[in-house]
């Protein structure tokens, strides 16, 4: 009986250490062993970056936990991060590593605890399950710190180098060599034809700015076209219209065809209304056009910028008034609309290649040679890069990879 | 005269250019404050320049009614309009201009009633111009205008319930029309035009390219 007991009193007492020993090995956090903060690179000292090792104890349900204080020695109850501690794994880690980025200026008054003109902060990691929490020993700072240059856009600041130094390139062969060969674009050599056909028929013609402000590169672009083109109206002796979305816009273009008609010889032929406003959105604009279109018959239609869903109404109008029209534009969305509607139509590049074209400058044909040479340069690194690509080296998508 | 209307904007053009261009590499809060405060010049600007507007518009339209040119009367609308929403919007519901913007005023009855409907029957149009525009494209009298015509048909039948109870394949094969020929050449023309931009930034920025400053060079 007694030998009964004992065995019975042994197994209880086996039972239990065992059932301990299990549920603290299933149970039991084992912190990341390392915890490091550190100033974020090539930002605007707007964030701080943390960085520790995956634990082994990583399931479902545990938490990492961020505190961060301004002071080492103070109390650390601003909880700036909780993520599932199977997330937010730094790229390229294969989960090895965890990387957060975090703002502090959201959770501190940046004024309050200054060193050396900038905040410092302390962060805490803590790991949390359901059952307990786990604090890692270090306590991580770092000073954010504002960055002079961003290297993740280095590729980019390459080929922007690489490609200005061919455009200048291009212009110096073009002054020692005038006589470039530029492919012939259809839609400029017509304007001549639809300025002649105006002027024969003593109608107007209209060019259309599109809906973009004077900060737009298409709207630039456009402008310089308009020079180009009231240059040769003042020369026709016709009458030029230019309607405009944008009060900025439409003051350039005033001054614009006003200095055009001034170097044509013809100042006296200018007239400001005929470089107007038409209105101030966009399907106002579109009525006042295309009433100006159907009203008064123009012979010859412009429609050069960046265009929104007013482009097929413009031109369709326009098309029904048997007008001659050329567009060109870089909105590829509206791109469609113009080929079918429009005589001629410039696409993308032909837009910012027009102005360089018509003007038929040396100085202004070598950029657009250095266009097409950087243009040969990424058609072949795409040939190049989806081989390559395709037996899994990927060294020239790197390249072009965009931060 | 000549230094005020070439020389000082090519300054300002490749001055500003080239620190806006290095801005975009630069996250620095100097080069962050630099940007913001170039931006509130734009706002500023665009602020002032409404007026130049309303001046263009007013003096166009008052010149058609004191010349009595053909449709003279249209214009007189400007006026009415520009008006009544003038006197509404400084009214601004009893609280006058001196106070923030009022809710449910005459001014918003306008701009919901009026302006709103009468932009929505402009876009609506666009649907009606949208066919006579597809009927003369897909006419099929080039091989060009034959695949355009195939294409469309394909995607338009594609994206709608009824494609797939006629043919199960056509909805995949709409997909890939749009995912990759239409994508392939979506980026052909994206990639053109950002070497296009680029290089005409250059032009302006170094003062190449000065057509827009008016006349030739």
Same mark, same amino acid.
């Given at each position: ?28 956090? !084992? ?199 009231? !240059? ?106 113009? !080929? ?64 | ?189 994206? !990639? ?26």
């Amino acid at each position: 009986m007694y030998k009964i007991f004992l065995t019975f009193i042994l197994s209880i007492l086996i039972l239990q250490y065992a059932s301990a020993t299990t549920a603290d090995e299933a149970g039991s956090l !084992i912190p990341p062993a390392d915890f490091q903060a550190f100033d974020t690179p090539n930002d605007n000292a707007k964030s701080v970056s943390l960085r520790w090792p995956s634990s082994p104890s990583e399931s479902a349900a545990a938490e990492y936990v961020v505190y961060a204080s301004l002071r080492k020695n103070t109390p650390f109850i601003t909880e700036v991060l909780r993520i599932n501690s199977k997330t937010m794994y730094e790229e390229g880690s294969d989960s090895n590593f965890h990387y957060v980025e975090i703002k502090p200026g959201k959770f501190f008054n940046k004024d309050s605890d200054v060193t050396g003109g900038r905040s410092s902060y302390f962060f805490k990691l803590v790991m949390m399950s359901n059952s307990e929490n786990v604090t890692v020993n270090e306590i991580a700072s770092a000073t954010p710190k504002g960055n002079w240059f961003n290297w993740k856009k280095l590729n980019n600041f390459i080929i922007l180098i690489t490609f200005s130094a061919l455009v200048f390139w291009f212009i110096e062969h073009a002054k020692k060599n005038p006589n470039l060969y530029l492919r012939k674009i259809s839609g400029l050599d017509a304007i001549d034809d639809a300025l002649g056909r105006a002027t024969e028929m003593g109608k107007p013609v209209l060019y259309v700015h599109g809906l973009n402000g004077m900060g737009s590169i298409s709207t630039i672009a456009a402008v310089n076209i308009l020079g180009r083109i009231a !240059i040769r109206v003042a020369e026709y002796d016709t009458t030029l219209k230019v309607s405009n979305i944008d009060p900025i816009v439409m003051s350039v273009s005033q001054e614009v065809v006003k200095e055009s008609y001034l170097e044509a010889g013809r100042p006296d032929a200018y007239v400001q209304d005929n470089v107007f406003m038409a209105a101030s959105e966009q399907f106002p604009y579109v009525a006042a056009v295309s009433g100006i279109m159907i009203r008064e018959k123009t012979a010859a239609n412009f429609f050069m910028g960046y265009f929104y869903a007013e482009s097929l109404i413009l031109a369709e109008t326009g098309a029904s008034t048997g007008a001659i029209q050329i567009a060109a534009t870089d909105s590829y969305t509206q791109l469609p609309f113009f !080929i079918t509607t429009c005589d001629y139509t410039l696409i993308g590049e032909e837009l910012y290649a027009a102005s360089a074209y018509l003007s038929r400058e040396p100085l202004l044909l070598g950029s657009l040679r250095a266009q097409d040479i950087a243009k040969g340069i990424i058609i072949s690194a795409l040939v190049i890069g989806a081989a390559l690509a395709t037996v899994g080296i990927g060294f020239i998508s790197f390249l072009f990879k965009a931060s | 005269m000549n230094f005020f209307k070439r020389t000082i904007p090519l300054i300002i053009a490749f001055i500003m250019g080239i620190m806006m261009a290095f801005q975009y590499y630069v996250p620095h809060e100097a080069s962050q404050s630099l940007l913001k405060v170039v931006t509130r010049w734009g706002i500023t600007i665009a602020g002032f320049a409404v007026f130049i507007g309303a001046y263009s518009l007013f003096h166009l339209h008052w010149n058609k009614i004191k010349r009595k040119v053909p449709g003279w009367g249209y214009s007189t609308f400007v006026f009415f309009g520009a008006g009544i929403t003038i006197i509404f919007g400084l009214y601004n519901g009893g609280e006058f201009f001196l106070h923030d913007k009022q809710e449910g005023t005459m001014f918003d009855w306008m701009y919901f009633n009026v302006q709103v409907p009468a932009g929505a029957t402009m876009f609506s149009i666009l649907a009606f111009f949208m066919a006579s525009a597809a009927y003369r494209t897909f006419r099929a009298r080039t091989s060009e205008a034959t695949i355009l015509l195939i294409a469309a048909v394909i995607v338009m039948l594609g994206r709608v319930p009824v494609g797939a109870l006629i043919w199960e394949y056509l909805p995949p094969i709409a997909d890939w029309i749009m995912s990759v020929p239409n994508m392939a050449a979506k980026r052909g023309i994206l !990639i053109g035009v950002s070497i296009g931009a680029i290089a005409t930034s250059l032009r302006i920025i170094f003062g190449i390219e000065r057509a827009y400053l008016g006349g030739g060079d």
